[in-house]
């Protein structure tokens, strides 16, 4: 890893991080945040107030006190102000962020270069802004700094949503009747969609993106996704995307057809563990603390409380007690535990986690893919459904449980995933990921150099204190 060292008389290069503010976003935005800085980055880490606000009341005033050289800082995000134990609308946070937000990102950035002539911090030399947050570019071009576009989704995932364009070109999008929306085995999800550009063969209308399941064309998160995905290819100096070569190179090669360079740069949670020492000020930024009290034997299943309840993801912040009868809890007492929250990648790595019962959102099938754990897949909203098929059929790691599904049907799955062929083979695919996860992620691999890549061409190129190994 090279490190930076500016010129004599030189500032540090200074990256504003601004991911999509929600935690799927924000918490792979934040591994990248800390790499930079751990490789002399002088780092801004921007939330939307909303969140700022949520965290301090949650974790504490100290919580976004940052380190020497890493700051936390907020804007506005445009919506009206609201209860700070809401959930935010996301349909009404993606419209908002597109319309609403570069002003304040721009007055951000005024106040952070005014700063700089105070002599208090360096001023901004380059923006990695979630790629769809694309008001992000704009600001970027007009203070005459780099960008790099952060997808914190994997390539099926995006591949998934480029192709929303073409599904409405085809007749498939919008739906014509509300009926074939929820009906997963129906005939209208079930489709075969041909021509699928950069996405795997056989892939169905119900692997892309939720966001296509809307019978009006006006929808505001299709129009929001067809708006972003298209614009990454227009002003970006670069991609950096949450994956690896190995594990979605075809569908990466799709992806350089019609972007910007694209630089893989996953496993990020991988290259955190390489580069930031344990126990660090840094690496304690945004952590939460282990799950106390997971020993269990080797080869227990852990399923998330949202499956438990009806498939009802509670907010990701705040969390939920799950509404339980107390006969449950007694007959599971020494085989089970249940928790409102826990530190999931490190739940994963425990030794007693047979198989993960997830929605499919990509920082948890990163994180199970690298811990080794395969997967039983209940995909729910976004990209989810993406990865759920390419779980299942290209990387032989995941089964899936689909629609409204009975309490036998879920058991008999969980017992073929346990203890059944299909499940050993599963197990087995997933230790060759893990394998080639973390092969992917050693010092002087493709995660590093291409992260190093991404440093020396993109973000320092507008630095002039040009950074040099030591």
């Not at 601004?18 to 976003?25: K, R």
């Not at 304690?284 to 998330?304: D, F, I, K, M, S």
């Not at 893919?369 to 990209?383: D, T």
């Amino acid at each position: 890893m090279g490190s930076l060292t500016p010129a004599e008389g030189q500032r540090r290069p200074h990256a504003v991080c601004v991911p999509f503010p929600t935690q799927g976003h924000i918490t792979p935005m934040l591994k990248l945040a800390k790499l930079l800085h751990a490789r002399g980055f002088h780092v801004t880490f921007v939330n939307n107030e909303f969140n700022h606000r949520r965290l301090l009341h949650t974790r504490g005033p100290k919580a976004l006190d940052g380190v020497p050289g890493f700051r936390f800082d907020a804007i506005p995000d445009g919506l009206p102000p609201s209860d700070a134990d809401a959930t935010q609308d996301i349909p009404a946070l993606c419209n908002a962020t597109m319309t609403k937000c570069l002003p304040h990102l721009l007055s951000l950035l005024a106040r952070i270069n005014g700063d700089a002539e105070a002599e208090s911090s360096p001023p901004v030399t380059c923006l990695v802004v979630d790629a769809i947050m694309s008001f992000g570019f704009d600001a970027g071009r007009d203070i005459g700094v780099p960008v790099v576009a952060f997808l914190t989704i994997g390539a099926c995932g995006y591949m998934g949503i480029r192709n929303f364009s073409n599904l409405i070109e085809l007749g498939l999008v919008p739906f014509k009747h509300e009926v074939d929306l929820a009906d997963v085995r129906g005939r209208r999800l079930a489709a075969v969609v041909t021509g699928a550009y950069g996405m795997c063969d056989g892939v169905q209308l119900r692997d892309f993106p939720s966001f296509v399941r809307t019978t009006d064309r006006g929808d505001v998160m299709l129009n929001f996704l067809l708006h972003e995905s298209e614009r990454i290819s227009l002003v970006p100096d670069a991609v950096v995307i949450n994956t690896f070569e190995d594990l979605e190179g075809t569908t990466l090669d799709a992806m350089r057809g019609v972007l910007p360079p694209v630089y893989p740069v996953v496993p990020l949670l991988l290259r955190e563990r390489h580069e930031i020492s344990t126990g660090s000020p840094l690496a304690g930024l945004g952590a939460l603390q282990p799950l106390e009290g997971a020993g269990r034997r080797p080869g227990v299943a852990r399923r998330p409380r949202a499956a438990v309840r009806g498939n009802i993801r509670p907010d990701l912040v705040r969390g939920d007690c799950a509404v339980l009868p107390p006969e449950f809890a007694s007959a599971v007492e020494s085989r089970a535990l249940l928790t409102t929250w826990c530190a999931q990648e490190a739940v994963l790595q425990h030794e007693a986690v047979g198989v993960f019962l997830t929605h499919s959102g990509w920082n948890s099938t990163l994180e199970s893919l690298c811990a080794g754990v395969p997967m039983l897949s209940w995909p729910f909203l976004a990209e989810q459904q993406a990865n759920c098929r390419y779980k299942r059929t290209e990387w032989g790691i995941g089964m899936e449980i689909g629609g409204e599904v009975r309490p036998d049907e879920v058991a008999a799955i969980l017992k073929e995933a346990m203890h059944g062929e299909k499940g050993r083979e599963m197990r087995r695919r997933a230790e060759e990921w893990k394998e080639k996860a973390a092969k992917a992620a050693l010092p002087g691999g493709p995660a590093e150099t291409n992260l190093d890549r991404v440093i020396h061409t993109v973000l320092l190129s507008n630095n002039q204190a040009k950074a040099v190994d030591e």
